[in-house]
């Protein structure tokens, strides 16, 4: 789940539950295409806007459900101790999104070395509008997508890869996290949709099982 970085909540172990294993990619403009777009101008790139969905038989009037606008700002990605963490300047969230290591042994001033493999407990979408991920010194990142549809399942999710020469948007509905820093910290310029609805699995509480992958290019 996403917890602050003040939570001291006990994660569950290795020990006690599953871990799925999720296939790396590294990520093409074709292989990307059915969960958002690659951005090579941050400053061009429009963020999708959906339509706020009809509560009953009555449509949505013209030219409304779409005029939120978007919010923007730094999206910082660093690692403390044993933890990924994330803040996010344009909605004021911050987030522990990961852990390396065994989760129920983390520690904020550990002075962990190994940093290849990461697990996760938590993913969301945002059902009004897309997002835009765009590093500022074109380091790489891992970004965890899955197709849309609430009847999600750990297997359901690959890593892609991004080199760093380009950036991201996710689209509106994709089961997400904020993307991954391959290195110590990473700062990415993001705009979102400024509704910033969240819907999300608890990959532990539905599942009994971390979702992990390899932080690092795929051979």
């Known amino acids: 789940m996403t917890v602050t970085l003040d939570s001291r909540e006990k994660q569950p172990s290795l020990?006690?539950?599953?871990?799925?294993?999720?296939?790396?990619?590294?990520?093409?403009?074709?292989?990307?295409?059915?969960?958002g777009s690659i951005v090579t101008d941050y400053a061009a790139e429009e963020v999708e806007i959906k339509v706020w969905p009809a509560q009953g038989w009555r449509k949505v009037d013209a030219n409304t459900g779409d005029?939120?606008?978007?919010?923007?700002?730094?999206?910082?990605?660093?690692?403390?101790g044993d933890?990924?963490?994330?803040?996010n300047h344009a909605v004021g969230g911050h987030y522990t999104t990961?852990?390396?290591?065994?989760?129920?042994?983390?520690?904020?001033n550990s002075n962990?070395?190994?940093?290849?493999?990461?697990?996760?407990?938590?993913?969301?979408?945002?059902?009004?509008g897309g997002q835009v991920f765009y590093p500022r010194e074109g380091q790489p990142f891992m970004a965890l997508l899955a197709l849309p549809g609430d009847d999600i399942k750990p297997e359901d999710f690959t890593?892609?890869?991004?080199?760093?020469?380009?950036?991201?948007?996710?689209?509106?509905?994709?089961?997400?996290?904020?993307?991954?820093?391959?290195?110590?910290?990473?700062?990415?310029?993001?705009?979102?949709?400024?509704?910033?609805a969240c819907i999300s699995v608890d990959f532990i509480e539905e599942f009994?099982?971390?979702?992990?992958?390899?932080?690092?290019?795929?051979?």
């Open 83 to 87: 933890m990924m963490c994330a803040e």
């Open 159 to 196: 890593a892609f890869y991004c080199d760093g020469s380009f950036g991201v948007q996710i689209k509106s509905d994709i089961w997400h996290q904020p993307p991954f820093s391959v290195n110590n910290k990473m700062v990415f310029d993001d705009k979102q949709g400024a509704v910033h």
């Open 15 to 35: 020990n006690d539950v599953k871990v799925h294993n999720v296939p790396v990619v590294r990520a093409t403009a074709e292989n990307f295409k059915e969960y």
């Open 67 to 80: 005029e939120g606008g978007i919010t923007e700002g730094p999206f910082e990605m660093f690692r403390q």
């Open 112 to 128: 962990r070395t190994d940093y290849d493999r990461i697990y996760v407990r938590e993913a969301n979408y945002h059902p009004d």
């Open 98 to 108: 990961g852990w390396f290591g065994d989760p129920a042994e983390a520690d904020v």
């Open 208 to 219: 009994e099982t971390y979702v992990s992958f390899e932080v690092k290019a795929p051979l």
